[in-house]
């Protein structure tokens, strides 16, 4: 007790030598910062469906002359990777003003391959595919995003975000018929053990309780149309991310239908 | 101070290996997803035509798959696919079906069967349901039956497709008995009819002479009780449908109302107005001898037993406006569980048990809805200028119901049809009756 106090307690008589920083350890098992899944181009159309469009002018930019410009995206260039994929598009209309004159060069028809790259930064890594239209700006994309996809790297290395949990969850929802009339099936809980492939599609998927199955119809009513949930072609492939398939190669669902039931 | 500050550094050295070991913890862990939501989606399951080895096998083939998939489509849990949609017609019973192809159409339930004409002339059906999604058999029958009974055939079918999927009972080999009304609103003609649950092989039971109400059918024999006016006096009446034979069910004074049947079919429970006073009795139908329930000054009546036949709810106006009730079968206290606004009426308990129907009337507007027998999580089901009358299949899952509307060219008339709904709420939908109708009882399963 006297030691933890003695420990504890902040020396005031001097001050402490600086020898190392404060240890900050966050303990989080599920991120708390979202992570949300790459390459879902709607998801920034819906934040900045404005700003999209002086992003998109601002590429064509960069694609026809990547001599000319060089040292006037820079201002751009740089104002690009420092931001986070959030705050990106914010920064954008300031310098768009800036460059307006530029801006009325760029056509339609260039504008919906760059859009496909800009909308975010993670598509970065998706449009990959697309490597033969876009092999002059490759290099391009990769110097202006070099920072943040460095930082992409480092995200795909934590533990499952909450998003990519509720995409996987709003998925099987969908897919998921809740016998709501079954008698007492708000208290039920069903869980079923899944071992997952790594395309992501369902090798085996069984109910934690198997005898209760036989014994409790209700319950095998419930299991049941978990199972079918899992089983689903429509809910296959599952939402989940393809880099981190150790973390989620077998893992366990527990339907319980309390929030549908109000009761 | 050397060691002050070694003492730290140990502390601090200490602390953040408790942390990290914490934090390393976790991440070993089993992930786990809870799942609290989903959809409610009937069932999409491919009936396919039953097969038949000569053109009459191949009619009652048709046609028992056809009331089997009716059945099941009525009852608002499944969803049977369009014919048209079949990729591979070729099941068979004897092989397992390419499930791959019943997949591609959504299908996640296959029913497929056969029927035979024996040497003898009976029916011999056979049936499989398959689990599409994980590829497994679900249930499989044979049935025996004569060529008449072929409908029954389908309705088991139905009930045992049912009961496999939902864990509960089906009701589809079930009839409802009510009162069939014609003529003009004063002069109504009322008859007692029975009909399938689907309103196949209607039939009359009574000629209208007399006119008769609140049909009840006996949960264990295939009895009716009924109220029938002779002359002005009503009284019980007890019919086996079997036989036809009729009885009248007691000898009272005074008038009596509202009889229902005891969970084991051997007790009649109606209320008995006499002097003014309406109380509640029972009445052995094997001894005749005749309790009484309740003793108060007010009038209680609509009696209806609890499934496991220890308690009663009733309805009574002793609160000052009419409500539910609760009495032991033995008597005892009555104990209220009716709290909102208006009037409640025909409390009728559900066979499972865990809710009790009700007509609530409020503002002028009829509602159907029901609550658990403590008296809470009260919803409700149906509204309408008058619903009145719900009556419970026998699995407890659906509660049927009739529904007055003003009609005719200046909405003088009325015109009353019945309509089943599912306790959730859902899937509300008339049932067909040849005339207008009224007061519907459901019957159990037919043995």
Not at chain 1, 122 to 128: G, K, P
Request: aromatic residues 8%; contains cysteine; positive net charge.
């Amino acid at each position: 007790m006297f030691i933890i106090a003695f420990v504890g307690l902040p020396e005031f008589r001097r001050p402490p030598p600086i020898v190392d920083q404060p240890i900050t350890v966050e303990v989080v098992t599920i991120d708390q910062i979202t992570n949300p899944p790459r390459g879902k181009p709607e998801v920034s159309k819906k934040k900045k469906p404005e700003a999209k469009k002086p992003e998109t002018r601002k590429s064509p930019a960069l694609t026809p002359a990547p001599k000319e410009p060089e040292p006037k995206p820079e201002p751009k260039v740089a104002a690009l990777p420092t931001p986070t994929p959030k705050t990106a598009t914010k920064v954008k209309p300031k310098d768009d003003k800036a460059a307006d004159p530029k801006r009325t060069r760029a056509k339609a028809k260039p504008r919906p391959k760059p859009r496909r790259k800009r909308l975010d930064f993670a598509s970065v890594l998706r449009s990959v595919k697309n490597l033969d239209k876009k092999a002059k700006t490759a290099p391009r994309e990769r110097s202006a995003d070099a920072a943040l996809k460095g930082a992409r790297t480092t995200l795909a290395n934590r533990p499952l975000s909450m998003s990519e949990l509720d995409a996987v969850r709003r998925q099987i929802a969908r897919c998921w018929n809740v016998p709501v009339g079954a008698r007492d099936a708000e208290t039920m809980v069903v869980d079923i053990y899944v071992v997952m492939n790594p395309d992501r599609t369902v090798r085996e998927a069984r109910v934690a309780d198997a005898s209760r199955m036989q014994r409790d119809p209700f319950f095998r009513t419930m299991a049941e149309s978990a199972l079918r949930a899992v089983l689903n072609p429509r809910c296959s492939p599952l939402e989940l991310p393809e880099t981190k398939f150790e973390l989620w190669k077998t893992f366990t669902l527990g339907f319980n239908p309390k929030d549908m039931l109000g009761g | 101070m050397i060691e002050v500050s070694f003492m730290r550094n140990i502390a601090l050295g200490i602390l953040s290996l408790a942390l990290v070991s914490l934090a390393a913890g976790p991440a070993l862990a089993e992930l786990r997803i809870d799942i609290t939501r989903g959809v409610v989606e009937p069932l999409p399951v491919a009936i396919t035509d039953f097969e038949g080895a000569d053109d009459r096998a191949k009619k009652f083939a048709r046609d028992i798959a056809r009331v089997a998939s009716d059945d099941l489509e009525r009852s608002g849990l499944f969803k049977p696919i369009d014919r048209r949609a079949f990729i591979n017609t070729t099941v068979s019973l004897a092989t397992q079906p390419r499930f791959a192809d019943w997949r591609l159409i959504g299908a996640q339930g296959l029913v497929h069967g056969a029927v035979r004409i024996k040497a003898d002339g009976r029916l011999r059906t056979e049936f499989r349901l398959w689990d599409v999604l994980a590829e497994q058999q679900m249930v499989g029958k044979a049935y025996e039956a004569t060529p008449q009974n072929w409908r029954r055939v389908a309705h088991l079918i139905a009930d045992a497709i049912y009961k496999r999927v939902t864990g509960e009972s089906g009701y589809f080999d079930t009839r409802i008995v009510y009162v069939a009304e014609t003529g003009p609103a004063v002069r109504r003609i009322k008859r007692l009819a029975i009909m399938d649950q689907d309103g196949a092989n209607h039939r009359f039971l009574t000629d209208g002479a007399s006119l008769v109400l609140t049909p009840r059918f006996s949960p264990s024999n295939q009895e009716i009780t009924y109220l029938s006016y002779v002359g002005d006096t009503p009284r019980i009446y007890l019919y086996n449908i079997d036989s036809g034979r009729r009885e009248i069910v007691g000898d009272f004074p005074g008038m009596t109302f509202a009889p229902r049947f005891s969970p084991d079919g051997n007790k009649v429970i109606m209320s008995l107005s006499t002097g003014g006073n309406s109380e509640i009795y029972s009445m052995d139908l094997r001894t005749r001898v005749v309790r009484r329930l309740t003793n108060h000054p007010a009038i209680d009546t609509s009696p209806s037993f609890s499934p496991d036949g220890k308690q009663v709810v009733f309805n009574s106006d002793r609160g000052g406006t009419q409500q539910i009730y609760l009495i032991p079968t033995t008597g005892g206290n009555a104990k209220r569980i009716s709290f909102g606004k208006g009037r409640y009426a025909t409390p009728v308990w559900s066979p499972r048990g865990d809710l009790i129907a009700f007509t609530r009337i409020d503002g002028g507007r009829f509602f159907i809805g029901v609550m658990r027998p403590d008296g809470s999580g009260e919803r409700l089901l149906a509204e309408g200028f008058l619903v009145e009358g719900p009556t419970w299949a026998p699995n407890g899952r659906v509660l049927m119901f009739f529904r007055q509307r003003p009609s005719g060219p200046r909405r003088r008339q009325t015109s009353s049809r019945l309509f089943s709904i599912d306790l959730t709420g859902h899937n509300e939908r008339e049932v067909a009756t040849p005339l207008d109708a009224s007061d519907p009882a459901w019957s159990p399963l037919i043995p």
